[in-house]
């Protein structure tokens, strides 16, 4: 039966097929990365290669055959408007710089929105073969297991994700980390946002803080830890990036205090 559920659904189902075909094809790309000449963009840790190019091409082209009236707002390549009302929020390699090195957390991200708004969620771990994989209303999932998160923990019962670059203001980073750590919290980053989101909505982590992040990199993370049962702020959109906040509502509420935002 319709319930008003299927033009989404059907957007969710090519989304994990798109994000486990992307990810076979940087998974080969992955195990030749000795072979890639990245190029510098903004600064010494920001890089990308023919790998992000090559796969963002290939999914702009398969979403453009499945749904041709679709808008897609891409890392690597200038929006695109649709007619439908559904755009397309894609990073086809998030973590370059775990990818260029070696680590095997790096991502496909794809997330989707409508009316502005994320309702559909799809993040693909190649080499870790986890796909996490949301729709709004409809539960989060890893590995098609339905995902829960805990809504009693605190900043201080397991590792918080931070995920600071080089953009980041030295004082701000220098304010957060010693808040966190008066309060028992403790620190893990790895090079993907769109991990650590996962990795919230998973019970991996208790909560995550990026001052600076595109659409691109939490889209589709934001729609998983929703489902997840927790709560996400972004304050950026898709013109401009913005920080970003996760966890149960106790974490959420002490990391954006400790950001120094509430
Ligand atoms: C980056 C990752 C990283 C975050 C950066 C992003 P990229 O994305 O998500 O975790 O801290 O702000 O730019 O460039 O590897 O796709
Ligand atoms: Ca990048
Ligand atoms: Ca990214
Ligand atoms: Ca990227």
């Known amino acids: 039966h319709d319930d008003g559920m299927e033009p989404l659904r059907a957007r969710q189902a090519v989304a994990e097929a798109l994000a486990r075909g992307a990810g076979a094809r940087a998974r080969k790309f992955f195990l030749q990365r000795d072979t890639l000449h990245p190029e510098l963009k903004s600064d010494s840790q920001d890089l990308v290669s023919e790998a992000d190019r090559s796969i963002e091409a290939w999914l702009r082209r398969a979403i453009r055959r499945h749904f041709p009236g679709d808008g897609i707002v891409g890392e690597e390549e200038a929006a695109t408007e649709g007619t439908s009302g559904f755009v397309w929020v894609i990073d086809p390699i998030d973590g370059t710089m775990p990818f260029l090195v ?102 991996r982590l208790a909560g995550y803080y990026d001052p600076t992040l595109h659409c691109w990199d939490c889209w589709a993370g934001m729609v998983l830890v929703r489902e997840a049962g927790g709560l996400v702020s972004f304050d950026g959109d898709f013109t401009r990036p913005g920080a970003m906040w996760a966890g149960n509502a106790t974490v959420h509420a002490a990391l954006r205090r400790l950001s120094g935002r509430d």
């Open 102 to 203: 070696g680590q095997p957390n790096w991502t496909v991200s794809i997330g989707l929105a409508c009316g502005g708004e994320p309702v559909a969620g799809v993040i693909y771990a190649p080499m870790l073969r986890e796909l996490y994989s949301a729709v709004a209303g409809g539960g989060a999932r890893l590995n098609g297991r339905s995902l829960a998160m805990n809504p009693d923990w605190t900043i201080a019962s397991t590792t918080i994700g931070f995920g600071a670059t080089q953009k980041a203001l030295p004082a701000e980073v220098g304010a957060f980390v010693e808040g966190l750590y008066r309060e028992g919290g403790v620190l893990f980053r790895v090079g993907s946002g769109a991990l650590m989101l996962a990795y919230v909505a998973a019970n």
